[in-house]
């Protein structure tokens, strides 16, 4: 991708834009506001987290260019908190000669899985073994090939889990199709990983980065529930995982926060999963355990400010809270010393991602 030389300085009194209206805006819009910029967001949803926290405010849909363009025209520079905003709208941003971090090519990219594995494979970044599924025909051969355990993924649209459905040779590929929509799918093969980690990378403008130590992460239900840092993997791996973050941030010109999600082998082998061209909730840690967030340091890269220093003060242990039923712990979190996040959003429901709790310890 090709790489842009001049830098957009947006100096405190400036104001960023952030497209999506949840959690990661509103913790953005925080971090921002520290440094002495104010935030406009664009959302469809009013009255969203991120909104309660900003100077202003545009409700309307992602495609409603009137409304995106008078958005674009009341900020300095305009970054994203959310994956699945089409990118032809932040084309239309830049289009009209606003600066848009990440760029849009790197959004394009993460929001179809089969263009991400391919490109991850391009640049040697290497995916779990994969093939595009167009039709439920395909199937049968292709789970075959892979070994007879897969997962079936949503080609884009597919969130925390959501879009995709375990297979094996043998299974109803029509009905499986059929439940996720008929629409194009990736087809992985299912891996027996030893853990899941992530790389949280910074890129500034000027092509300057800086790492955070990968946290090792543990799902359930194809959901986020804890990041542990120290992760307990071998400096090898992590070295390995911090190299692999950069050359992807390298390879897609990135400007901001980088998650790269990986799969560690029990031989201690690394395969990309996914990365998001954002603020990730397995960087939410770094609220409390480091000197600079990944939130700062995110506006940081985006506004054109030097990058700040990744480095951990603390061990940490960082607990989403899905749900009602966990975000009433907070109380208790709260008494033992937890730094409790609620993110404020209307309404609970099940498995939702209502806020976090990190529990510091001293570094060991
Ligand atoms: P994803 O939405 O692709 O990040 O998948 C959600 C979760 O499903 C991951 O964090 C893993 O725990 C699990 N998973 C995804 N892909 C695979 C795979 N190819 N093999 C085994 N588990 C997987």
Known sequence: ?????????????????ILGGGQLGRMLALSAARLGLDV?????EADCPASRVSAKCWTAPYDDEVALLEFANSCDVI?????NIPAKSLE??????KQVFPRPSA???SQDRLIEKQFLQSINVPPVSFEAIDDASQIAKALDRLGGKGILKLRREGYDGKGQARIETGCDADAVFAQLGGRECLLEAFIAFDKEISVLVARGQDGATAIYEPPCNDHGGGILRQSTVPSGMSSAILAKAEQLGLKLAQALDYVGILALELFVMPDGTLYANEFAPRVHNSGHWTDDACYVSQFEQHIRAVCGWPLGPTMRHSDVVMDNLLGDRDIASWNQRAAAGEAVRIYAKRGGGEGRKLGHANRMSPKG
Do not use: N, R, Y
């Open 1 to 17: 991708m090709s790489s842009t030389t001049s830098i957009t300085i947006v100096p405190p009194g400036g104001v960023v834009g």
């Open 40 to 44: 406009h967001v664009f959302a469809p």
């Open 79 to 83: 970054t994203f908190e959310f994956e």
């Open 92 to 97: 239309a941003i830049a289009d009209a000669g």
């Open 107 to 109: 959004l394009a990219v």
